[in-house]
């Protein structure tokens, strides 16, 4: 599908801190798996991107750089 161009992913990453996803997203990924997740799509030729959000001055949004 991805050599189609049939299929993009997109994932949400909030936050690369553990604990401060774990407070704004409960029962989800961590960081790290979703960088992961990333990395392996890519790998596998499926277009693969970031979406920084929820973004929230003062608690999340000096990460933004970090995390794309």
């Given at each position: 599908m991805a050599a189609l161009d049939l299929v993009h992913v997109t994932l949400s990453i909030t936050s690369l801190d553990r604990r401060l996803t774990a407070a704004?997203?409960?029962?989800t990924s961590r960081p790290e798996r979703r960088l992961q997740a990333l990395e392996e799509l890519?790998?596998?030729?499926?277009?693969?991107?970031?979406?920084?959000?929820?973004?929230?001055?003062?608690?999340?949004?000096?990460?933004?750089?970090?995390i794309l």
């Open positions: 704004m997203e409960p029962r890519s790998r596998a030729g499926v277009p693969a991107g970031v979406n920084v959000a929820p973004l929230i001055p003062g608690l999340n949004d000096s990460e933004a750089p970090a």
